[in-house]
Nanobody, 119 residues
Framework: QVQVVESGGGLVQAGGSLRLSCVAS????????MEWYRQAPGKQRELVAVITKGGSTSYAASAKGRFTISRDNAKNTVYLQINSLKPDDTAVYYCAAAATGSMADFRSWGQGTQVTVSS
């Protein structure tokens, strides 16, 4: 099993920056990729950024240029740096670990961290 815990959300003015953190624990060697999602009020959860076990990164079109996903393997932590925040970035941000279990692939979710951007 894998557990993930997010932190770093908060209230920030438009134009500001935040760095979200996601700490993974448990069977971390089963993790294939770490992902950041977000869910705005009344909208579906959307994938924002991915970093694979090999270090490759990819971003949603809406995240390119302002979002950066990175990791610190020594701390089992993945980060999401968000710059030039906009009110449209207001959402609950979730971290997920995509992993391979004994029976099947699975995804472990965190509880989410709220990001609110004021105009």
């Amino acid at each position: 099993q894998v557990q993930v815990v997010e932190s770093g959300g908060g209230l920030v003015q438009a134009g500001g920056s935040l760095r979200l953190s996601c700490v993974a624990s448990g069977n971390i060697f089963s993790i294939n990729a770490m992902e950041w999602y977000r869910q705005a009020p009344g909208k579906q959860r959307e994938l924002v950024a991915v970093i694979t076990k090999g270090g490759s990164t990819s971003y949603a079109a809406s995240a390119k240029g302002r979002f950066t996903i990175s990791r610190d393997n020594a701390k089992n932590t993945v980060y999401l740096q968000i710059n030039s925040l906009k009110p449209d970035d207001t959402a609950v941000y979730y971290c997920a670990a995509a992993a391979t279990g004994s029976m099947a692939d699975f995804r472990s979710w965190g509880q989410g961290t709220q990001v609110t951007v004021s105009s």
